[in-house]
């Protein structure tokens, strides 16, 4: 019904946002990762929203990206998982990191999560599987710690997950760090 917001951010208050549009002041339920990358007050902003119609409320939630929407909506979808817990998933982690831990079945990762418990996240991953960020259903195999950090020291040198992971496959299995590095940077580059 209401997709999209563009005002000028009137109040901010952590999770929520007022945003007002020609006079009209919304408010709007959005998830921490979209607050903090949010301008400051008195400017102008873009909000995609979705608006849920509960039989006491009607609430609008708000999204800088198109994929935060679309994970959302996909989450709200499954059985047990409400807009407000799906809000606190989406603050807690990043679609990315969401997609990361679905693709390699980390409940760990999940129940981290204020308001995420075992079940729920286990349920979470069962029912997300397949559905997340296509790049990253074939997770990268990691036979041990030095790989698990080669693959780490790539992707905090700008390397997409998939190009690390492709070096990672042309490495020696018993390499150690650094020289696993220096040799995953050359097959890059």
């Known amino acids: 019904m209401i997709g999209?917001?563009?005002?000028?951010?009137?109040?901010?208050?952590?999770?929520?946002?007022?945003?007002?549009?020609?006079?009209?002041g919304y408010e709007v339920d959005v998830p921490m990762s979209t607050f903090f990358n949010l301008?400051?007050?008195?400017?102008r902003a873009t909000l995609l929203t979705?608006?849920?119609?509960?039989e006491d409320a009607h609430v609008l939630f708000g999204?800088?990206?198109?994929?935060?929407?679309?994970?959302?909506?996909?989450?709200?979808?499954?059985?047990?998982?409400?807009?407000?817990?799906?809000?606190?998933?989406?603050?807690?982690?990043?679609?990315?990191?969401?997609?990361?831990?679905?693709?390699?079945?980390?409940?760990?990762?999940?129940?981290?999560?204020?308001g995420i418990g075992k079940k729920t996240a286990e349920r979470l991953l069962l029912e997300l599987k397949g559905k997340l960020s296509p790049d990253l259903s074939q997770p990268v195999a990691i036979a041990?710690?030095?790989?698990?950090?080669?693959?780490?020291?790539?992707?905090?040198?700008?390397?997409?997950?998939k190009e690390a992971?492709?070096?990672l496959k042309t490495l020696p299995a018993d390499v150690?760090?650094?020289?696993?590095?220096?040799?995953a940077m050359k097959h890059l580059s």
Do not use: C, W
């Open 63 to 114: 999204f800088l990206t198109a994929e935060e929407r679309a994970t959302f909506r996909l989450l709200i979808k499954i059985s047990g998982v409400g807009p407000k817990m799906a809000l606190s998933l989406l603050s807690g982690m990043s679609v990315g990191d969401l997609a990361q831990a679905v693709s390699r079945q980390e409940a760990g990762r999940l129940v981290k999560v204020p």
């Open 50 to 54: 979705h608006l849920s119609i509960r």
């Open 176 to 183: 150690g760090v650094s020289d696993g590095i220096k040799l």
């Open 4 to 24: 999209k917001l563009t005002g000028v951010i009137a109040e901010k208050s952590p999770p929520q946002v007022l945003i007002d549009v020609q006079g009209v």
């Open 165 to 167: 992971g492709a070096a």
């Open 39 to 43: 301008p400051n007050l008195g400017e």
């Open 144 to 161: 041990n710690d030095a790989q698990a950090d080669i693959l780490q020291a790539l992707v905090a040198l700008g390397y997409s997950e």
